[in-house]
């Protein structure tokens, strides 16, 4: 064996994939911050184009970069959401929320591997805590929901939480992913409720679910193991 061949990722498929990761990582972090430069600048055109590549070029570097099919799964249905929230339109809205519960739900299949691997339980006080954060938000934003949303927010909106939660047995990168995601939908639920706003309100949804889908992916990806 040569001294080039016994170098790890030096060659083969393996090798290949991580040299390709990197300019699809740029590409991403590109698209990212070409998205959330037009929408403070009122470019809707840009966002509409540069949107709906954001998830698929986040998945396809977790692929190259081995990730698990789960995480990949994720991210594609997540990219799903993106795609019909674009639309102004009740249904569309509902599928989109639909597709994000699958991906919430890739997640926390995920996360529960995870556990089953030897990675510590995400902390019982945290999921108290985040059980809190849930209750006392719907309560607040419950009665300014369309009453033919609040239903559907709810179950999703449980979903979410628990994927936030989860995301712990991952490390610190995902915890933080996941809690961002919570504050990114919260963001929309309020939209939604019409409660008062900050300036740029769609660029501090993208900006805070860019960065929750990117640390699930740096947590997932920092902390797996071999067969994860």
Known sequence: MTATAARPGSTGAGGRAERFARPVLLAFLLVAAADLAGLLAGAETV????KPLLMPLLAGYAALRGAPRLLVAA???GWGG????LADDDLAFLVGMGSFAVGHVCYLTLFGRGEGRGRAPAPPVTGAGYAVVLVVFLVLIWPDLPADLRIPLTGYSLLLTAMAWRAGVFGPYAAAGGALFLLSDALIATGIAEWPQAPAPDFWVMLTYIAAQALL???VLTKRKPGA
């Open 217 to 219: 992916t740096l947590g």
């Open 82 to 85: 993106d795609a019909f929230l």
């Open 75 to 77: 991210l594609l249905f």
């Open 47 to 50: 966002h509409l184009v540069a």
